[in-house]
């Protein structure tokens, strides 16, 4: 099946710093992949839309200026947390739409774990 | 916008038993509904979906049901195995687009 995978796993980091997580799909071209938000014992929220060589649609709620996402190719999406502070502190997962016409169907990376200091 | 509720929010059964969960959505243009499975710490993986022109679909001890009049679908488990629990998300989506998720259901089966 598709692969997505996610780097770094973890990260800690001090309030102020900017981080950066990358979302690439390893066996097909992806021209949307979504990044996602899930705090503990809670769902997973929709932070955003990324479409290869547009800009990022938001969800309502979610500051463009703060969470910079880039889409340079049909395999890798960057998600850039800026001037990131604790509330930020939260577990980021993007996935990565399969063009299957029928079939397509969204596969989930493995989640970056971000924990602000 | 869509909104996804699910029940119910935590889920306890004997091993063996069937669980069902229960989802439903507001938005009458979503036609795809996948369900996830989510442990501890690691990431949410698809365990069946339905699309909006089937009414069912099944997957050896697990089912999908989907009613569009009603606007809700339903996820069926059968003989249960401790390794069942998790967490389970329902979501809800027209052509694959953004997931809204539901709020989640942590089944725990007890042998």
């Known amino acids: 099946g598709a692969v997505v995978s996610q780097h770094p796993s973890r990260v800690i980091c001090k309030s102020g710093t900017s981080v950066k997580i990358e979302c690439r799909s390893l066996?097909?071209?992806?021209?949307?992949m979504f990044w996602y938000r899930q705090f503990p014992k809670q769902s997973l929220m929709l932070m955003a839309t990324s479409n290869e060589g547009s800009k990022a649609t938001y969800e309502q709620g979610v500051e463009k200026d703060k969470f910079l996402i880039n889409h340079a190719s049909l395999t890798l999406s960057t998600l850039t947390v800026t001037s990131a502070h604790p509330e930020d502190s939260s577990f980021y997962i993007c996935?990565?739409?399969?063009?299957?016409?029928?079939?397509?169907?969204?596969?989930f990376g493995p989640g970056t774990r971000l924990l602000v200091l | 916008g869509e909104n996804v509720e699910q029940h119910p929010s935590t889920l306890s059964v004997q091993e063996g038993d069937s669980a069902v969960i229960k989802c439903t959505y507001s938005d009458s243009a979503s036609n795809y509904f996948p369900w996830y499975k989510q442990e501890l710490g690691k990431r949410p993986q698809l365990i069946i979906d339905?699309?909006?022109?089937?009414g069912e679909k099944k997957d050896q001890r697990i089912a999908v049901t989907l009613n569009k009049t009603a606007k809700h679908f339903s996820l069926h488990i059968t003989e249960t195995q401790p390794e069942d629990s998790a967490v389970y998300f329902c979501a809800a989506s027209i052509n694959t687009d953004k997931l809204i998720f539901g709020t989640g259901t942590r089944l725990q089966v007890f042998p």
């Open positions: 339905i699309r909006s022109n089937v």
């Open positions: 066996d097909f071209q992806a021209t949307t």
């Open positions: 996935s990565a739409r399969s063009s299957g016409g029928y079939q397509e169907t969204q596969y």
